[in-house]
Every structure is written in structure tokens, then in C-alpha cells.
């Protein structure tokens, strides 16, 4: 690419200039046309609003910037680009193996989940008894392996069954969910 073009920024006319990795992109200036944008458009307005202001956010704390960056850097990303994403999307609970549970107390849960952008800072886990009354919830710890590890503390009554549901939860507080039942 020519040397003068590679340091292009901004815009000249109609086109904007805009460095995106190690390449310089071109595209047409967003024309304004004044009308009132409609419910979908204001509402996805606000969600960037709020990703922005969550990547001001990260950028105040200095360690969660450098975790934020530490990653972007791998990914050939921006640590705001990357806030921001992980601000607008969620994580996903991807899997619940009752396995190990047969219904006693100390016995293990484990959930899988990831978030595409960042990380899973935390994960929950709620049983729940036929009627859906909580019999009991707690955090579930990180393995070494990435999944996540509850450990019982109620024992279901013989013939019981019962639903467990696990929420895991990103940096910006987004949630991801899924339920498993146990017959």
C-alpha cells in the first residue's frame, strides 16, 4: 500500500478513513437523513452507549485493563474493542452433568460454560424441588480444566427429583442460563 495512504485517518469528501489491525479501511460517511430513529435503533443507540461506558470503565481499574489488554493483544484486537464486545455479548452455560449426583449431600455438579469475548467470572447454581421451592443454591468453584464445581449440601428425599439450574455470569454482569433435571 502507499506510504501516504497507510496513514490516512478520518475523512476527505464522503469517505472515512479508519485503521482497523494493520490495514487502513475505507467506507462511505453514515448519511443523517433527520428522521426520528425508530424503538429497535434508539435502544441498540443506548446498548453502545452502555459498552462505551464500560470500556471507560475497564480503562479506570488497571488490572482489569490489563487483563482486558493481555487478551485483546493475543487476539489481535483493542482493549476497548474488546470491553466493548464482551459488554454487548453474553456468556453461554453450556452443558450440566449430574453424573456424579444421585441426590445426597457432598456430592459434585459440573458446569460448563464459556464467554466467546472475555471470561466467566462466576457461576451459580440453584436446586430446585418439584414445585420449584429452592432446596438449596450456592457459587460454584473453577476447576484447573475451566468448568465449574458445585458441591452439594442437601439430600433429596428417596424418589425425589428435582431441577438444577445454573446461571453463569461475565465481567460486565451479563448471564447466561441453562436448567437440568434430575428424575
Known amino acids: 500500500m502507499n506510504p501516504v495512504v497507510s496513514r490516512l485517518r478520518g475523512k476527505i469528501g464522503d469517505l472515512v478513513f479508519r485503521q482497523y489491525k494493520d490495514k487502513v479501511v475505507v467506507g462511505l460517511r453514515a448519511l443523517v437523513d433527520g428522521s426520528e430513529p425508530t424503538p429497535s435503533q434508539r435502544s441498540q443507540r443506548e446498548r453502545f452507549r452502555l459498552a462505551t461506558a464500560y470500556g471507560k470503565w475497564v480503562f479506570a481499574d488497571p488490572a482489569l485493563k490489563a487483563a482486558y489488554a493481555k487478551v485483546a493483544q493475543a487476539r489481535g484486537q483493542t482493549t476497548f474493542g474488546l470491553a466493548m464486545a464482551d459488554f454487548l455479548k453474553g456468556p453461554a452455560v453450556d452443558g ?19 464467554d466467546e469475548d472475555f471470561e466467566v467470572a462466576t457461576v451459580a447454581v ?29 439430600a433429596l428425599a428417596a424418589g425425589q427429583s428435582a431441577v438444577i439450574e445454573a446461571t453463569a455470569v461475565d465481567r460486565p454482569g451479563n448471564k447466561g442460563f441453562r436448567c437440568a433435571h434430575r428424575r
Not at 464445581?149 to 442437601?154: A, D, F, H, L, S
Open 96 to 114: 450440566i452433568d449430574l453424573s456424579a449426583y444421585t441426590g445426597r449431600a457432598g456430592q459434585k455438579i459440573t458446569v460448563t460454560a464459556h
Open 126 to 154: 440453584v436446586i430446585r424441588d418439584g414445585s420449584h421451592a429452592v432446596l438449596e443454591q450456592g457459587a460454584a468453584a473453577q476447576q484447573t480444566d475451566g468448568s465449574w464445581r458445585y458441591t452439594t449440601t442437601t
